[in-house]
């Protein structure tokens, strides 16, 4: 068989799997009880990644009056990782991305190191997202758009619960 052909051939059952598993994905929400609607997101999520073969896959949803207010709601990641703050809020982990929401631009990245940094973290600075239990000495108080901040020789955090305890993640410079 001619090498162009087995590609279109490849690339046509690649397509014809991926809107397989679509319509597939479709017809399972239709008639879903609400309550069993964040678990077939969840699997969605899973199935879409691992039929692109992508690692990671999150759903943001507007969440108030403010044109800002955006919180993730599902979060499929392949490989794991640290656990997530119950709260993520894209302004303060992904500023650039948000942004671009905003204005009413699509954002397609391969990877989150393509989104531009708002401002470097300070060398040896633990990474956006990490959690902490409770803050180091020296943190100044930082209120902005009604949320406080603690800046801590510059690196910023934000405070939040996972279940019932008080925990401190790290966040982009607001």
Request: aromatic share 8%; with cysteine.
């Amino acid at each position: 068989m001619n090498p162009k052909k087995v590609v279109l051939r490849a690339d046509l059952e690649d397509r014809l799997r991926f809107e397989s598993m679509l319509a597939d994905l479709s017809s399972r929400f239709v008639n879903l009880p609400s309550a069993d609607v964040d678990h077939e997101i969840e699997d969605a999520q899973r199935r879409i990644c691992e039929c692109l073969g992508l690692d990671v896959s999150a759903l943001w949803q507007k969440s108030g009056e403010e044109p800002h207010d955006f919180l993730m709601t599902h979060l499929y990641r392949a490989l794991g990782g640290p656990p997530v703050p119950e709260r993520m809020d894209a302004r303060d982990y992904f500023p650039w991305c948000l942004e671009q929401i905003l204005k009413g631009e699509n954002v397609r990245l391969s990877n989150v190191s393509e989104a531009p940094a708002a401002v470097p973290a300070p060398a040896g600075a633990p990474p956006i997202g990490a959690v902490v239990s409770a803050l180091p000495a020296g943190r100044v108080t930082t209120p902005k758009d009604g949320i406080e901040y603690y800046n801590c020789a510059g690196v910023f955090y934000r405070s939040t619960f996972q279940g019932n305890n008080l925990v401190y993640v790290v966040v982009q410079q607001p």
